[in-house]
C-alpha cells in the first residue's frame, strides 16, 4: 500500500516537527636548420615536447559515495530516472520492489544491490519511476562531507553538529536527530539521521536508558546518552520534495 499519509507523518512528525584541460607550456623554441647539431650533452638535446594533460574524468558512480542532501546521492539527482539508475550502476546490480517507510506504508523503490558497505535504495517520486523523492537504507561508505553516516559514533555525531537535539528511545521514531539550530541547519529538511545505543550498554546503564525514553527531545549532551554507546543506525536524504 502506498503512503502518502505516512510520508506526511514521516515528515510532521521527523522532518517539519524536529524543533525537531591543463594548458602545460612546451618549449618556445626548437633548433632550426641553422642551429648548431645537436649536443648530447646539452640539456635541450633530445627534448619531446610533453602533450596537455586532459582534465580528469568525473568519478564513475562506483567510486562516488558522497552524499549531498537536497543535492546528490554520489551520482544521483533529483532529476535521475530509473533508466539513468540503470546507467550508472547496471541493470543487473538493480532490484525493484516496495519499500517501507514505516507505519506499514511502502513507496515504489529500487535497491541498488551492490557489497553491504556500498548498498542503498531510491524511493521513487512517482510510480513511473521518473525522478527520486529520497534515498535510504545505505551501507556504511556512504558519508557526509562532513563524514556523517550509518555506524559512525555519537562522539562525531556532537562534534558535528554542536548544539543540538534528538528524540528519545523506543518509539516508531526512536533517536531522531533534529538538525534546526545545529551546524548542519542547511540540511534541516533534506538529511534525517537517527541513532541507536547498544544493547549491551542499555544492559549495563538501564537507569540512564530509561531516563531518555519516549517521543520527548533531549540535548544532545544529556548526561545519561553519555554512558550510552550510540551510533547512527539510519539516515535517509531527501532529492525532491514529497507530492502531497
Same mark, same amino acid.
Given at each position: =500500500?502506498?503512503? @502518502?499519509r505516512?510520508?506526511?507523518?514521516?515528515?510532521?512528525?521527523?522532518?517539519?516537527?524536529?524543533?525537531?584541460?591543463? @594548458?602545460?607550456?612546451?618549449?618556445?623554441?626548437?633548433?632550426?636548420?641553422?642551429s648548431?647539431?645537436? @649536443?648530447?650533452?646539452?640539456?635541450?638535446?633530445?627534448?619531446?615536447?610533453?602533450?596537455?594533460?586532459?582534465?580528469?574524468?568525473?568519478?564513475?558512480?562506483? $567510486? &562516488?559515495?558522497?552524499?549531498?542532501?537536497?543535492?546528490?546521492?554520489?551520482?544521483?539527482?533529483?532529476?535521475?530516472?530509473?533508466?539513468?539508475?540503470?546507467? %550508472?550502476?547496471?541493470?543487473?546490480?538493480?532490484?525493484?520492489?516496495?519499500?517501507? =517507510?514505516?507505519?506499514?506504508?511502502?513507496?515504489?523503490?529500487?535497491?541498488?544491490?551492490l557489497?553491504?558497505?556500498?548498498?542503498?535504495?531510491?524511493? !521513487?517520486?512517482?510510480?513511473?519511476?521518473?525522478?527520486?523523492?529520497?534515498?535510504?537504507?545505505?551501507?556504511s561508505? !556512504?558519508?557526509?562531507?562532513?563524514?556523517?553516516?550509518?555506524g559512525?559514533?555519537y562522539?562525531?555525531?556532537?562534534?558535528?553538529?554542536?548544539?543540538?537535539?534528538?528524540?528519545?528511545?523506543? !518509539?516508531?521514531?526512536?533517536?531522531?536527530?533534529? +538538525?534546526?539550530?545545529?551546524?548542519?541547519?542547511?540540511?534541516?529538511? $533534506?538529511? %534525517?539521521?537517527?541513532?541507536e545505543?547498544?544493547?549491551?550498554?542499555?544492559?549495563?546503564?538501564?537507569?540512564?536508558?530509561?531516563?531518555?525514553?519516549?517521543?520527548? %527531545?533531549?540535548?544532545? &549532551?544529556?548526561? @545519561?546518552?553519555?554512558?550510552?554507546?550510540?551510533?547512527?543506525?539510519? =539516515?535517509?536524504?531527501? +532529492?525532491?520534495?514529497?507530492?502531497?
Amino acid at each position: =500500500m502506498t503512503m @502518502n499519509r505516512g510520508l506526511t507523518s514521516l515528515l510532521s512528525l521527523v522532518l517539519v516537527g524536529l524543533v525537531a584541460c591543463d @594548458n602545460r607550456s612546451t618549449p618556445a623554441s626548437l633548433p632550426n636548420n641553422d642551429s648548431p647539431p645537436d @649536443n648530447p650533452d646539452s640539456p635541450v638535446a633530445g627534448v619531446t615536447p610533453q602533450p596537455s594533460v586532459p582534465e580528469a574524468p568525473a568519478p564513475p558512480a562506483q $567510486n &562516488d559515495y558522497t552524499i549531498i542532501p537536497g543535492q546528490r546521492v554520489g551520482q544521483v539527482t533529483s532529476t535521475t530516472s530509473r533508466q539513468q539508475l540503470a546507467d %550508472l550502476y547496471g541493470e543487473a546490480s538493480l532490484k525493484d520492489e516496495p519499500i517501507p =517507510m514505516g507505519e506499514g506504508f511502502t513507496e515504489p523503490g529500487t535497491i541498488v544491490d551492490l557489497d553491504p558497505e556500498h548498498r542503498f535504495a531510491v524511493v !521513487w517520486l512517482d510510480a513511473e519511476r521518473s525522478r527520486p523523492l529520497l534515498a535510504k537504507d545505505f551501507g556504511s561508505a !556512504w558519508k557526509t562531507p562532513e563524514g556523517l553516516g550509518v555506524g559512525v559514533a555519537y562522539a562525531m555525531v556532537q562534534e558535528v553538529l554542536g548544539t543540538f537535539q534528538l528524540y528519545g528511545f523506543a !518509539w516508531d521514531y526512536s533517536g531522531s536527530l533534529s +538538525l534546526e539550530g545545529s551546524k548542519l541547519d542547511h540540511y534541516y529538511g $533534506n538529511l %534525517l539521521l537517527r541513532v541507536e545505543p547498544s544493547e549491551a550498554s542499555v544492559a549495563a546503564h538501564p537507569e540512564a536508558f530509561r531516563a531518555v525514553l519516549g517521543d520527548g %527531545l533531549f540535548a544532545g &549532551d544529556d548526561p @545519561n546518552l553519555a554512558l550510552l554507546d550510540i551510533s547512527v543506525y539510519e =539516515m535517509v536524504v531527501y +532529492l525532491n520534495a514529497p507530492v502531497e
